[in-house]
């Protein structure tokens, strides 16, 4: 998978982050089980996002922004689903954590829903600890929190 960054008004991005916010709805049993508010408009998001390109089409997405405690939140990890269950999302996240280490954060934090299993496992392999929820999370029961401590750069 090639991997690049792309800036919030990319149409392939706002494309694949259009349809993980309407995944996201499917998922959910309702309106009390939502983990995300909606964000009408991606380009509103500030932060920085990657996509991850196989074939030539844009298949994955995912980003992070700075919190304001001066952490770095991932956001909008996606990933087609034809695509998925190559490892792609951990290549992502893997870039993301290495991008955001060289741009200075030591703390990446991350929400998502208790009946994501998927994801649940993706995080938990990849390092990162379950942590009490936070900010716009804090109030649902059905999201889930994630830390993780990146190296300090040499």
Known sequence: MLIEHRPTTDPELVTL?????????????????????????????????????????VVACGGFQELPDGAAEITRMYVRPAYRGRGLARQLLVALE???TRGGYTVLRLATGSYLPVALALY???????????????????????EKRLPVPA
């Open 98 to 100: 290495e991008l955001a």
């Open 17 to 57: 982050a259009t349809a993980q916010q309407r995944e996201l709805r499917e998922n959910d049993a309702g309106p009390d089980r939502r983990i995300f508010p909606p964000r009408a408009n991606l380009r509103a998001l500030v932060g920085t996002f990657l996509v991850g390109i196989v074939d030539g089409r």
């Open 124 to 146: 938990t392999s990849a390092g990162y600890q379950r942590i009490p929820t936070y900010g716009e999370y804090a109030s649902n029961p059905y999201s889930v929190c994630f």
